[in-house]
């Protein structure tokens, strides 16, 4: 499993009052990729975990997309914590 050291950047109270947030809803998506990741790893053949998988990539590249044109501050910040890759721009 992939530890993600963000983790104890978000604090429990944190994550009870900023739940909403898109911060914080990308990070959870960023924590299931990881997991799916590693699970597919060991099973190449596990087609309904892709598909899962591709869904979960789909909604964290529309929040970033979001985040990107609302405030580039915050998206810069996040990206650098989550050690992401930038999103593709049209």
Do not use: P, W
Not at 22 to 45: A, G, M, P
């Amino acid at each position: 499993m992939v530890k993600n050291s963000f983790i104890s950047v978000i604090s429990q109270k944190e994550k009870e009052e900023n739940s909403g947030s898109v911060e914080f809803q990308v990070f959870c998506f960023t924590n299931k990729i990881r997991k799916l990741t590693s699970h597919l790893e060991l099973y190449k053949k596990d087609y309904l975990s892709h598909r899962g998988l591709r869904k979960i990539l789909g909604k964290r590249q529309r929040l970033l997309a979001y985040l990107s044109k609302k405030n580039g501050v915050r998206y810069k910040e996040l990206i650098g914590q989550l050690n992401i890759r930038e999103i593709k721009t049209r």
